[in-house]
């Protein structure tokens, strides 16, 4: 009797692990597939905002790391109190003056736009938010991440070095 309830007691926890792992990597690739989702979103972001500022004679804008970094954080938070905003710019701004040496900073935020070219169309029709696409900036940061309901929150953050 003692081996049956071992082993029926080994069977049901591997099958429970077995279940685990299978579920949990459903979830992680969902997950992946939506940080991919993104990363192309924001990937063409960037090249939508080149070619328009390539076809205005402005210099094309390389891609900066700690910008990447802080314009997702951004969007973390923005999802978190499900608004749009500019809060706590000072806060990136200081961080890419000093870190990066920056000599001018500029941010663009937005949501709810369904594509890269939905999100750039709004920022070029919008006077503060194309100047900053056609700023004097060399480096950029992009973030798309989708919320839990399916809408997606942008962040650019731009930097002059």
């Known amino acids: 009797m ?6 029926t007691g080994l069977v049901l ?3 429970s692990v077995l279940t685990c792992n299978i ?23 960037l090249q939508l905002v080149n070619e328009h500022r390539s076809g205005i004679g402005k210099q094309i804008l390389e891609t900066n790391t700690l ?10 938070h923005m999802i978190s109190q499900q ?35 939905d999100v750039m169309a709004a920022w070029l029709d919008s006077k ?8 004097d900036f060399t480096h950029i940061g992009i973030s798309a991440i989708k919320n839990k309901e399916g809408h997606y929150y942008y962040t650019q ?4 070095k």
């Open 23 to 45: 579920a949990c990597s459903k979830d992680d690739s969902a997950a992946d597939i939506e940080k991919e989702m993104a990363a192309d979103i924001a990937t063409s972001i």
């Open 13 to 15: 926890a591997f099958f």
């Open 128 to 135: 503060g938010h194309r100047k900053n696409i056609e700023g």
């Open 83 to 117: 608004k749009i905003s500019h809060e706590n710019f000072d806060y990136r701004a200081d961080r890419l003056f000093d870190e990066e040496k920056a000599k001018g900073v500029g941010e663009n935020v937005a949501a709810k736009q369904k594509s890269a070219q």
């Open 67 to 76: 910008a990447e970094n802080l314009a997702e954080a951004h969007n973390l």
């Open 2 to 7: 003692k081996n049956f309830l071992l082993r």
């Open 157 to 160: 953050l731009f930097l002059k």
